[in-house]
């Protein structure tokens, strides 16, 4: 059975690995075939780094991206924060439209949200298709996974520590930032990074409510509509370099969280 689980994972990671693989060498491939290996170049990145859609795309794809993970930050851990004091069937009512935005289909999300904006813009002459609306869309569907990174933080925080720092005089917002926020530090920056992945990574939502503003995926679409070119092997492989990266450090850090609080458990037993 060892043998036949072993066999059947490495299937798994042939189906899902194999063809980014693929994608990733011929990145490299001096020719445009995708089936012929010609020589190493890196023609295909100096030119994709010269075409002008995808750097437009590719600034506007950062700039969404920095401004959702901010605000989702913010708004998320003060959800979080404010989700704890509640009752026990409040808490569940408010989770469970927390996490809606997360079992809902994309396109049923994207097709909502341009029918709102859409609404707002001809009756009220307000948001306009475009980057705002992008923003706003980013943050509505990356706030759940913020929350969901903070919550557990906030669950494993001893909740008199911050009662304790206001009886010794510290007043409640001070008191905040000094107790609670360090806590839930690991929390927070975990849904940061996640939600910056998520946002960089959106398709179908930036589709249906970016209007005349492209995000990156939404520019590789209108590429491969076209001639395949290289160069979005070039740009996929980039892509992929970068989320792998930020899902590293989200492990390295979960990692050393878990390190750190088995420490301090041995710490309380022996004490």
Known sequence: MKAISKVY?????????????VLMVFSFNDSKSRVVWNGFTLSWYERLFQNEEILNALTNTLIIAVITAVCATILGTAAAIGIRGMNKWVKRVV????????????????????????????????????????????ITFCLPYVVLNVMPKLRQMDPHLYEAAQDLGCHPVPAFFKVVLPEIMPGIVTGMIMAFTLSIDDFVISYFTGGTT??????????????????????????????????????????????????????????
Request: glycine share 4%; hydrophobic share 55%.
């Open 214 to 271: 492209q995000t990156l995926p939404v520019a590789i679409y209108s590429m491969t509509r076209k001639i395949v070119s290289p160069e979005i092997n070039a740009l996929s492989t980039i892509l992929f370099g970068a989320v792998m990266i930020l899902l590293i450090i989200i492990n390295l850090r979960q990692i050393r969280d878990q390190k750190r609080q088995k420490a301090n458990r041995k710490g309380v037993a022996k004490a």
């Open 95 to 138: 989770m469970n439209l927390t996490n809606l935005p997360m079992v809902n289909p994309e396109i049923v999300t994207g097709v909502s949200m341009l029918l709102l904006f859409v609404f707002l813009h001809d009756r009220l002459g307000i948001l306009k298709p475009g980057m705002a609306t992008l923003i706003i869309a980013h």
């Open 9 to 21: 994972t490495w299937i798994i990671f042939i189906f899902l690995y194999a063809p980014i693989v």
